[in-house]
T-cell receptor, first 116, second 112 residues
Framework: SQTIHQWPATLVQPVGSPLSLECTVEGTSNPNLYWYRQAAGRGLQLLFYSVGIGQISSEVPQNLSASRPQDRQFILSSKKLLLSDSGFYLC???????????????FGPGTRLTVL | GDSVTQMEGPVTLSEEAFLTINCTYTATGYPSLFWYVQYPGEGLQLLLKATKADDKGSNKGFEATYRKETTSFHLEKGSVQVSDSAVYFCALSSTGANNLFFGTGTRLTVIP
């Protein structure tokens, strides 16, 4: 069966510090991968998605970047964090081919980031 | 563009009460529709889905029917439990799209 891991689970960082959040998926090949942010009291906002190694699409302009160095690894980064980067970051995967089930996304446990 | 409008909360119900959380959508083509649930401190879990008109998704006593004529996918449960307390998100995936469009979420609290 497929599993998705995210770490760290919680993180407290000062403004201006760098960020690296990691997400890995097991039990599937060539998944689509996604990063979402959930700000306090708000819905989910898609930040990035990737359909393959080295292929990253950004949905909103921001202070963050994403990379996919391996098929099942997705990394969210920032060179200098802002207060507004605080939130709950969720990684998700979906089947990498069209057809049944490709539209369903499965989420990791999330990382709660607080920028002070 | 594609969007989801979800009933705003919070919703507080007594145990064994009937639950309805409204969700309507705007989309081109024939989207797939989803309900996700987020328990306190956790990520999102898929609760149920429907991929075409008149389909009914169901899981754990929850149901939702894909109504194309009213562009709706309302979530219902006949008798809620304290353990159902969570935030519920309606979402859609358009044909050929690479992402889900989420509603803002509805917080449900069930009291004994």
């Amino acid at each position: 069966s497929q599993t998705i891991h995210q770490w760290p689970a919680t993180l407290v960082q000062p403004v201006g510090s760098p960020l690296s959040l990691e997400c890995t998926v097991e039990g599937t090949s060539n998944p689509n991968l996604y990063w979402y942010r959930q700000a306090a009291g708000r819905g989910l906002q898609l930040l990035f998605y990737s359909v393959g190694i080295g292929q990253i699409s950004s949905e909103v302009p921001q202070n963050l970047s994403a990379s996919r160095p391996q098929d099942r690894q997705f990394i969210l980064s920032s060179k200098k964090l802002l207060l507004s980067d605080s939130g709950f970051y969720l990684c998700a995967w979906s089947a990498g081919t069209s057809g049944s089930g490709a539209d369903t996304q499965y989420f990791g446990p999330g990382t709660r980031l607080t920028v002070l | 563009g594609d969007s989801v409008t979800q009933m705003e909360g919070p919703v507080t119900l007594s145990e064994e009460a009937f639950l309805t959380i409204n969700c309507t959508y705007t989309a081109t083509g024939y989207p797939s529709l989803f309900w996700y649930v987020q328990y306190p401190g956790e990520g999102l879990q898929l609760l149920l889905k429907a991929t075409k008109a008149d389909d009914k998704g169901s899981n754990k006593g929850f149901e939702a029917t894909y109504r194309k004529e009213t562009t709706s996918f309302h979530l219902e449960k006949g008798s809620v439990q304290v353990s159902d307390s969570a935030v519920y998100f309606c979402a859609l995936s358009s044909t050929g799209a690479n992402n889900l469009f989420f509603g803002t979420g509805t917080r449900l609290t069930v009291i004994p």
